[in-house]
C-alpha cells in the first residue's frame, strides 16, 4: 500500500493513507473516519459524523473513555484467551457486535448486504436497522451466504410505530427474516435536532434508495424516511404490548436513567443497551461510560447489558466489559469502514477491534473476558472521577 513514510514520532497521519492500494495498511479505526471524510459527500458525511446541537455528547462518549486508566494484574494469563459471548441463544466470536445505523447504501453500493457479510465473516452480530435501504429478508440472506457453515446472528432495531398495525407488520418481516431479537429504540420520542443536517438541507435519502423495510409495508408505501413515525405518546404499555405480540427476546436501545432500567426489567425486557444514540437524541446527556456502572447495579444482573457511544478501541471495549457491560456496539466504526472499502473495509474495522480487544485482554494478563472486573479500571489521573 502507497503510505508515505511516517512522522519520525510514528503518529499516523491519517490524510497519507491511500484506500485503493490496500487496508493492510490502515491501523486504528479514526483512520477509517479520515479516509471516509475524504471519499464521501459532505452531506453525507456530516450526516453520520454529527450529532445533536452542540454535539456535547458525541464528543464526551470518547472522551470518558479517555478519562479512564486501565491497571492490569500480572502473571495470571493465558495464550489461549476465548473473546466469544453468547447472548439470547446467538454466540459472536467477540464481543464487538454492530450497533444499528441507517442508509447504509449512501456509503457504498452494497449497502447492509455488504455489512452482513462482513459481520458474518467476523462471526458478529449485526444489528439491523428498521431504516437500512436493504430489506431485511436479504440481508439475512446475505449474511447466510457469506457464514458458510457458520450460524450468523442478525437482530432487528425497530422504532415502536404508534399505529401497531405498523409495528405488527414490521416484527413479521423481522420475524420471517429469521432475526433473533428486537432492539427496540426508545430514546427517539421526538428526532434529535442534528443543526448539520439542518444547514445541509439533509432531510430524505436520494430517489434511487429507500428505507426498504417501510416499502409496501400495509399498502404502496413508497419506503419513504418520512415514513418513520416518532411520538412522545410511547409508553411502557406499547412495551406491554409488544411483549404480549412477540416470542423473540426484546432490548431496549437508549435507556440511560437506572431507574428506567428497573422499569424495564420490571416489564419483562430480555436485555438493555446502554446508549445515547451517539449524541445524536437529546444532547448534554452522559457519556455512556460514564452511566455504565451505576445502570449495571441497577440492573443487579438481572439481564444483559450491553452498551454503545464512542467505542474506538479494544481498550474501550475492555473498559466497558470490566465495567460490567456484556459486550459493546460501535455504530460509526463500521460506517467509515463500509465507506472506505465496502464490506473489506468493514471487515477490517472488526478484525482491527478483535485484535486491539485480544491484546488489551492479554496486557491486562486476563484469560477471558470473564477475568475483567471492575477493579482493573481507575480514573486517569487529572480526571475528577
Ligand atoms: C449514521 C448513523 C445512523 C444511525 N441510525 C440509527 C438507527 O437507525 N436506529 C438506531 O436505533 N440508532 C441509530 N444510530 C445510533 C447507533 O445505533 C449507535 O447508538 C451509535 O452510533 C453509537 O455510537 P458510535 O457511533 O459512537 O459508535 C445511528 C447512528 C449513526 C451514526
Ligand atoms: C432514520 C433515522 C431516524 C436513523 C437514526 O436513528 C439516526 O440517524 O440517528
Redesign the pocket.
Known sequence: MSVAAPEANGAARPEAFDPGSGLEAMLTVREFEAVAQRKLDPVHYD??AGGSRDEVTVRA?EDGFGRLSLLPRVLRGSAQRDLSVTLFGGQSSMPVLI????FHRLVCAEGEIATARAAARAGTIMIA???STVAVGEVAAAARAAAGDGDPTLWF?LYLQPDMDDTTALIARATDAGCRALVV?VDSPVLGANERNQRNNFDDLPPEMACENLRNLRGDEPGNVRQIAMSPELSWEHIDWLREHTRLPILL?GVLHPEDARIAIAHGIDGLLL?N??G?QLDTVPATIDLLPEFVAAVDGSVPVLL????RRGTDVVKALALGAAAV?????I?WGLATAGEEGATRVLELLRDEVDHTVALCGARGLADLTPDLVRPAAGSRR
Request: no cysteine; net charge positive.
Open positions: 450526516y453520520i462518549n450497533s444499528p445505523t441507517a436497522s428498521m431504516a432495531q429504540t436501545k446508549s444514540h451517539g445524536r454503545d457511544g464512542g467505542v456496539g460501535v455504530g460509526r466504526p460506517v
